[in-house]
């Protein structure tokens, strides 16, 4: 690779795409060997090849596609996660993974009892899995507290995050670890839309469709904030409720509001980790009024 580039002058940069957790082993490597490298997620290359006109894909065409838009475009540099922080992310992706399975085995039961028939074995069988599961989640859950505390300074920032009444141990650790610690994120803006909090509009000529939200970013994020939004409005935290009921009182949809409060908890999470400062509705009230950046108009 270093043979390509004799002339010291032309940079070089490595593109590639991201394919779950297959190119790990080819980042970690090119990371360690002090390669600049951008990771891709695979929505934005394929949008890329779109604009391209390409409608065929095989490995050569995704791979030269993959070049050219490293060539042209000013691509963010993907930096190597600290060990903490992937065990961390690790074990919060886990614990996602057992509630999953612990929602469809509770379904499953709840199907097979109601059965003319029901088969004893299936019952017997789902209703250990289920035990097992409800076991296993508790397990995680303490080593994502044991982990926290195993590091001072993580330990310090979660107590940040967690300053927010209604916001728990686990969504300062599915954030911080989802967020590698922020240290891709410059702005509000660009965390936003990095977790698919972004309003995307559907304009044309005379029509004005409705505003919305684009999805298009990091799902665990947006799913674990589901209940936070939730707890802030239920327990009375000013700012929050106060931004619910403007939205509300806009759309008069109560799940746009809830998403408005969402982004704002995700904003005002970062700016306290950034700062490392605690909450307070009082003294941290312009952190919160500068969270509110371009509010969803639909979920």
């Given at each position: 690779?270093?043979?390509?580039?004799?002339?010291?002058?032309?940079?070089?940069?490595?593109?590639?795409?991201?394919?779950?957790v297959y190119h790990e082993g080819i980042a970690y490597?090119?990371?360690?060997?002090?390669?600049?490298?951008?990771?891709?997620?695979?929505?934005?290359?394929?949008?890329?090849?779109?604009?391209?006109?390409?409608?065929?894909?095989?490995?050569?065409?995704?791979?030269?596609?993959?070049?050219?838009?490293?060539?042209?475009?000013?691509?963010?540099?993907?930096?190597?996660?600290?060990?903490?922080?992937?065990?961390?992310?690790?074990?919060?992706?886990?614990?996602?993974?057992?509630?999953?399975?612990?929602?469809?085995?509770?379904?499953?039961?709840?199907?097979?009892?109601?059965?003319?028939?029901?088969?004893?074995?299936?019952?017997?069988?789902?209703?250990?899995?289920?035990?097992?599961?409800?076991?296993?989640?508790k397990e995680v859950h303490k080593q994502i507290e044991?982990?926290?505390?195993?590091?001072?300074?993580?330990?310090?920032?979660?107590?940040?995050?967690?300053?927010?009444?209604?916001?728990?141990?686990?969504?300062?650790?599915?954030?911080?670890?989802?967020?590698?610690?922020?240290?891709?994120?410059?702005?509000?803006?660009?965390?936003?839309?990095?977790?698919?909090?972004?309003?995307?509009?559907?304009?044309?000529?005379?029509?004005?469709?409705?505003?919305?939200?684009?999805?298009?970013?990091?799902?665990?994020?947006?799913?674990?904030?589901?209940?936070?939004?939730?707890?802030?409005?239920?327990?009375?935290?000013?700012?929050?409720?106060?931004?619910?009921?403007?939205?509300?009182?806009?759309?008069?949809?109560?799940?746009?509001?809830?998403?408005?409060?969402?982004?704002?908890?995700?904003?005002?999470?970062?700016?306290?980790?950034?700062?490392?400062?605690?909450?307070?509705?009082?003294?941290?009230?312009?952190?919160?009024?500068?969270?509110?950046?371009?509010?969803?108009?639909?979920?």
């Amino acid at each position: 690779m270093e043979k390509l580039y004799k002339d010291k002058t032309v940079p070089m940069v490595v593109a590639m795409e991201a394919t779950g957790v297959y190119h790990e082993g080819i980042a970690y490597y090119l990371a360690n060997k002090d390669y600049p490298l951008s990771i891709i997620v695979p929505h934005k290359a394929k949008k890329y090849l779109e604009s391209l006109g390409q409608k065929s894909k095989d490995d050569k065409i995704d791979a030269s596609g993959l070049a050219k838009m490293g060539c042209e475009q000013k691509l963010a540099f993907w930096q190597m996660p600290n060990v903490q922080t992937q065990q961390l992310r690790d074990l919060t992706r886990y614990l996602e993974f057992l509630h999953k399975q612990m929602i469809d085995c509770i379904g499953r039961l709840e199907s097979y009892e109601h059965r003319a028939i029901p088969t004893d074995v299936v019952t017997k069988h789902l209703v250990s899995l289920q035990k097992t599961l409800k076991k296993q989640m508790k397990e995680v859950h303490k080593q994502i507290e044991a982990h926290i505390k195993a590091y001072p300074d993580l330990e310090k920032k979660v107590a940040c995050v967690t300053s927010i009444d209604g916001v728990g141990v686990l969504t300062a650790a599915v954030i911080i670890s989802e967020m590698n610690d922020f240290q891709l994120i410059d702005n509000q803006r660009q965390l936003v839309s990095y977790c698919g909090y972004d309003v995307v509009k559907n304009d044309s000529g005379t029509k004005k469709g409705k505003g919305k939200i684009s999805k298009k970013g990091n799902a665990h994020v947006r799913r674990i904030l589901y209940m936070p939004a939730f707890n802030v409005v239920r327990l009375g935290v000013k700012h929050f409720v106060d931004l619910y009921q403007r939205v509300y009182e806009r759309t008069k949809i109560k799940m746009v509001a809830y998403v408005a409060v969402q982004k704002k908890l995700l904003t005002t999470i970062y700016a306290l980790y950034k700062k490392g400062e605690l909450f307070d509705p009082v003294f941290n009230a312009k952190i919160v009024q500068d969270a509110e950046v371009a509010l969803p108009m639909a979920v």
